[in-house]
């Protein structure tokens, strides 16, 4: 697994992207005064378009991104310009981003109703925040991916690159496996990875480094409560599966796991 300069470059500006996105929206969230049913409408006009944006300059660099990839192999990229509408917004989740950035409130109120003392609730609330607004950053890059390659017929898979600086331990895994382009890549809340398309004879091989699979292991273990130091990476692809998420799609996880909420997955740590 070793990133191209391309792929670092493309990385780094996703990066930035990220990091303004989550600090702006998360200064809207922190900035309310009180956090009662009639200041979601205030969050959301400041927050919304900003998570909007940042969906729409990810959109960007992706497709210019799997342009270069495709030029680099001698052929024309695509000439239909990008539809944002299908990659962003509510296309991501098929719901109205409105009702899904009430959902950090309602975390918040529910922690109240708990009895949880209002710092302990807003972080909650904070927290299921940037997990739904990770999610959907990624959610971005991945619908651009498969709306961007339909239109690359020398383009069969999608493979992706572990960047590391966000927990990824799941998608050590699935980095060494490719899917069909038509397919929505799978991801976990917090994924970063990049991904890519390839044609049909790569191989993204099946070497995963110690580094990486001793941050396996430890997720393995405390997900499941159990580790087979000894077990070999091949053993990893039972475990390791991709959900179908009713709202968000493929998602990574552990056999056996199941969705109960719209979004009650955990993040990995
Ligand atoms: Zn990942």
Redesign the pocket.
């Given at each position: 697994m070793t990133l191209t300069r391309r792929d670092q470059r493309y990385g780094a500006q996703v990066a930035g992207v990220w990091t303004s996105v989550l600090g702006r929206v998360r200064r809207s969230w922190d900035g309310l005064d009180s956090w009662r049913d009639a200041d979601v409408a205030r969050f959301q006009r400041q927050a919304l378009p900003v998570i909007l944006g940042g969906q729409r300059t990810i959109a960007a660099l992706t497709a210019s991104y799997l342009e270069s990839l495709y030029q680099e192999l001698g052929e024309q990229p695509p000439r239909r310009p990008l539809d944002m509408d299908r990659v962003t917004g509510r296309s991501l989740r098929d719901v109205d981003p409105a009702d899904v950035y009430r959902r950090p409130f309602v975390t918040a109120w529910s922690s109240l109703a708990d009895d949880e003392p209002l710092d302990v609730a807003l972080d909650h609330g904070a927290r299921r925040l940037e997990t739904i607004l990770k999610t959907d950053l990624q959610l971005a890059r991945t619908h651009t991916v498969r709306e961007v390659a339909a239109d690359m017929p020398r383009f069969t898979y999608t493979v992706?690159e572990?960047q590391g600086e966000y927990d990824?331990a799941l998608?050590i895994v699935a980095s060494t496996q490719r899917y069909h382009k038509r397919n929505l890549a799978p991801?976990h809340p917090g994924?970063?990875?990049i991904v890519k398309t390839v044609t049909a004879d790569y191989d993204p091989g099946q070497i995963i480094d110690e580094a990486r699979l001793e941050q396996l292991h430890r997720v393995v273990e405390e997900a499941t409560g159990q580790s087979d130091r000894g077990a070999r990476a091949i053993d990893y692809r039972k475990i390791i599966v991709a959900n179908d998420h009713g709202e968000i799609g493929p998602v990574l996880g552990f056999a056996g796991q199941r969705f109960t909420g719209p979004d009650d997955i955990p993040l990995p740590t």
């Open positions: 992706r572990l990824c998608c991801i994924c970063d990875c």
